[in-house]
């Protein structure tokens, strides 16, 4: 049975503002239904974010729900034009689970990034045979088209640093992914140094926690925490597992990452001593 259509980050702040609103209006789900010639299942799957909606019936709910804020209008009905928006990875969606493309919905759309990698570099400063490398041991079932579309995408996921609205990323790697020869010695070598070259704080910045460090708030495992603007203003904060990727909301949830985050920033190297480590690293490779 086919599963039900996953919410975008952009449909999910939509139909938990849209709620939000229903709420504070004091109208119930059957209300805003006959409103749009639904029904309330309708109402449900937009609010949970699982469907779109058109600029018609946004107007028409905010109407119902006594909201004439111009900018409130205007934000709502552009952030419902957005959530209808193909991604750019939409060619490649056959090939990618899921989880996997709400990940990428997050990631487009954030205006700060801050990312903890306890064991590989992430896709976002990955090179092309670091790639290769490390989707060719983890997608041992592949074919070698497949392969090269998965590499290929995370080589596009890049080009987020190329626009003029950038986002603000901050990565922090423990010291044991300097070490980890995924791909062999000068693939990691040649990882390194990009990660070397691409470091320019504050808009990318490159922190190591080193080994000497000892406990750190980390060590229970990798976590990105998404942060996006008006009209979404939302955080989400995303958890990688075995079988797939958790995401969280919640403030309480949110807070803690942030708190993590904060703390791993504080043990770890500042940016200009951990790119001095990976470069002595990386000249260690090559000899």
């Known amino acids: 049975m086919a599963g039900q259509p996953r919410p975008t980050v952009r449909r999910r702040r939509l139909g938990s503002e849209l709620r939000r609103l229903r709420e504070a209006a004091g109208i119930k789900m059957e209300q805003a239904a006959a409103r749009i010639d639904g029904d309330k299942p309708k109402i449900s799957r937009i609010e949970n974010g699982r469907i779109s909606v058109r600029r018609l019936e946004i107007e028409a709910l905010l109407d119902l729900y006594g909201v004439t804020d111009r ?16 991604s750019w990875w939409h060619q490649y969606g056959q090939n990618l689970t899921p989880d996997f493309q709400e990940w990428l919905d997050l990631e487009d759309d954030a205006v700060r990034i801050h990312s903890y990698q306890p064991l590989l570099v992430p896709g976002l400063l990955q090179t092309p045979a670091y790639a290769h490398a ?13 392969v090269h579309d998965f590499v290929a995408t995370r080589m596009t996921r890049q080009a987020i640093f190329e626009r003029t609205n950038r986002p603000q990323y901050v990565c922090i790697l423990d010291e044991a992914v300097l070490h980890r020869e995924i791909g062999g010695p000068g693939v990691l070598a040649a990882q390194l140094q990009k990660l070397a070259e691409v470091a320019s704080p504050p808009e990318l910045t490159v922190q190591v926690v080193p080994f000497n460090q000892g406990w750190h708030a980390g060590l229970n495992g990798g976590f990105s925490l998404f942060t996006y603007p008006d009209p979404m203003d939302l955080d989400v904060v995303s958890v990688q597992y075995m079988d797939g990727m958790l995401y969280l909301e919640e403030d309480e949830s949110v807070e803690r990452y942030r708190m993590a985050f904060d703390q791993l920033r504080a043990s770890a190297l500042s940016s200009r001593q951990s790119i001095e480590l990976i470069s002595r690293l990386a000249r260690d490779l090559e000899r």
């Open 134 to 146: 490390t989707i060719r041991s983890a997608e041992r079932s592949a074919t070698s088209d497949e």
């Open 71 to 86: 900018r409130t209008v205007t934000s709502l009905v552009t952030l419902g034009k957005e959530s209808r928006r193909k």
